[in-house]
């Protein structure tokens, strides 16, 4: 089957920057401006972010019930797969093939971009593919040849869609893969009913495992405690008569929010499943807080904060201004350096606000070409350009009625869009591409940017009345380097979120205080990340792993940075050497067998990169 995107355009796209929207469609578009902003290497031959063998199995017990709901319905494609020449996966949220069944042959040829089971596919690590780009749009989307970005994939064609839990929760993703010269459209039909047949298992495992948990709570449930049941995603399934009698829509609501409604947790006891060994739940016991004289039950309390708070004097001062703003509609701008949590402030401001109950909707304006900016923001009319979808689109503004909308690295957008974005905020109204009739919005608008707004509108290349407009009531949100005594609040809130229950040793956090975070909370929670899978088990004196970890994002002091002199691919080979140093613990061997290159020439760039 021939591609819609032929091999000058990519060509053309990887060398220049520059393509033909009429020639691609959108979501390729997206996904190609996604991957040049992250510098994915378009020249990639294989694969290269494995998991050992242990994380593998660990990977696999941490997906356990997807595992169970999908190998029944992949293990039926065996045969189909095989007299297709073509194979069927199965994907976890992370980008991980967990299973690979079908034909011997092109499993093999597969094989040969380390295509296989325990690599992780995503749009980061390989560029855009069908795997990575349902991840990212939780979309099912077919890419064939050269639309794929890297020329790993060049000679395959991929279809995938994704797997979501009832609550809308991304779970998975399934993909079908052959040559390229064996692709089908039925591909897509085919991914997307193997898909809906795994979320129907999965839905049925759901209401079994929901059976169980109220049946080992049900004679807890009649008496008159304030009790609460959660499933194991922290989702509230059942209450109390006494709860159930104040707060009658709880179901779905998370465990964190019960404090919305003047309740704290006393006690908290996790429920096993019939089978043993299996968490399926927890059982909160809880009380309310002192009531008002009024009130026959406490209000809600009047702060909420779904992160951490942490303990600095910096950060209680953005709760601080948080809570003054939040309950008003004056426009918000967050301004602070990358990876500082711009958006969990954001989100605060409107879960305290009064358009709670209303969407959140985010949108970062840095990694969408300006070319889809106006149709993603206002929307567009049917037949407003080919390619429209019928009935047309809504915007991120119009998404956002009733709610609040985040628009992350205002900083970026072009000068003719401010123009545009302008008159909405004026005017609060929307008129979407190629459409005729204006749309009343009622919006709250939140801002955010790493750079210095008020030196770009004295310089000319923000407009002012736009700044102005935005700059209501600005927010610095400080970098974690000034606020390191948060740093144990952050770790302990990271192992909360991903199940990690372990006792980080205070040599650890001592270490990570020490660093400074150029990359700030983001780049923690990814080194938190890779010491999860390095060393999920924390032993005391081992805090030699954290140096190891933080070893190749810490700057020599009296060195130029090594990447100023670098051009792109010299920088990905970098990457690349650091990668499998970290994955061979240093052993500089096993580093270059791991990236299939002569010894002599992973000294020599050794030598060249400073590593």
């Not at 409604?261 to 809880?286: F, Q, W």
Request: proline share 5%.
């Amino acid at each position: 089957m021939q591609s819609v995107c032929y091999l000058s355009t990519w060509k053309r796209f990887v060398s220049e920057g520059v393509l033909d929207p009429s020639r691609i469609s959108k979501r390729i578009i997206e996904s190609w401006h996604r991957c040049k902003n992250k510098q994915v290497d378009p020249y990639l031959q294989k694969g290269r972010h494995f998991l050992t063998k242990e994380s593998f199995q660990q990977q696999k017990e941490k997906n356990k019930l997807l595992l169970q709901a999908a190998l029944p319905a992949l293990k039926r494609m065996d045969r189909m797969m095989a007299e297709l020449e073509a194979v069927v996966l199965l994907i976890d949220p992370s980008g991980y093939v967990l299973s690979i069944v079908g034909n011997k042959k092109v499993k093999y040829e597969a094989k040969r971009i380390n295509f296989t089971e325990g690599v992780r596919w995503t749009e980061e690590e390989v560029g855009t593919n069908a795997i990575g780009t349902a991840l990212q749009t939780k979309e099912a989307i077919m890419i064939s040849g050269s639309e794929h970005y890297s020329v790993a994939s060049h000679n395959w064609s991929c279809a995938a869609a994704p797997i979501h839990s009832r609550e809308g929760e991304l779970l998975g993703v399934i993909d079908i893969s052959c040559p390229v010269d064996r692709a089908h459209p039925f591909m897509l039909g085919m991914v997307a009913s193997i898909a809906r047949e795994v979320e129907k298992e999965l839905s049925v495992q759901a209401h079994k495992q929901e059976a169980d948990l109220l049946n080992q709570c049900a004679h807890l449930l009649d008496g008159g405690s304030l009790i609460a049941v959660c499933n194991e995603k922290g989702r509230v399934v059942a209450v109390s008569r006494d709860l159930r009698w104040h707060i009658p829509d709880y179901r779905e609501l998370k465990r964190e929010q019960l404090v919305r409604h003047g309740l704290k947790e006393k006690m908290a006891s996790v429920i096993v499943a019939s089978d043993p060994n299996r968490v399926i739940g927890t059982c909160l016991y809880l009380q309310a807080v002192e009531k008002s004289p009024e009130s026959d039950f406490p209000e809600a309390p009047s702060f909420y904060f779904e992160g951490t708070a942490g303990s600095s004097r910096s950060f209680q001062q953005i709760l601080e201004d948080v809570k003054r703003v939040a309950p008003t509609d004056a426009s918000v701008c967050l301004f602070g350096e990358t990876g500082t949590g711009k958006e969990v402030i954001a989100r605060a401001l409107h879960d305290n606000s009064k358009r709670r109950n209303g969407p959140f909707i985010a949108l970062n304006c840095g990694a969408l070409p300006e070319e889809l900016m106006e149709s993603e923001l206002f929307g567009y009319a049917e037949g407003a350009f080919t390619g429209a979808k019928r009935g047309g689109h809504k915007g991120k503004f119009e998404q956002a009625q009733g709610g609040t909308i985040f628009l992350d690295e205002i900083g970026e957008i072009s000068p003719a869009m401010q123009v545009k974005l302008l008159r909405v905020l004026q005017e609060r109204k929307v008129t979407p591409v190629g459409g005729m009739k204006e749309i009343e919005l009622d919006v709250r608008i939140v801002a955010a940017t790493h750079r210095d707004l008020r030196r770009l509108a004295e310089e000319g290349t923000f407009r002012k009345d736009l700044y102005y407009r935005l700059h209501v009531y600005p927010i610095y949100v400080p970098p974690l380097r000034e606020r390191k005594e948060d740093i144990p609040h952050l770790v302990r809130h990271y192992c909360e979120q991903h199940h990690w229950r372990v006792r980080v040793p205070e040599e650890y956090i001592q270490r990570l205080k020490q660093y400074d975070w150029p990359g700030n909370i983001r780049e923690l929670f990814n080194v938190l990340e890779r010491l999860r899978i390095s060393s999920p088990l924390l032993e005391p004196g081992e805090f030699y792993i954290v140096d190891k970890l933080l070893a190749p994002n810490a700057r020599q002091p009296d060195a130029e940075p090594v990447s100023c002199k670098l051009n792109v691919r010299e920088q990905i080979q970098k990457e690349l050497m650091m990668e499998a140093l970290r994955k061979t613990q240093g052993n500089v061997s096993e580093a270059a067998k791991l990236l299939d290159m002569p010894r002599s020439t992973f000294y020599r760039r050794l030598q060249r990169f400073n590593l």
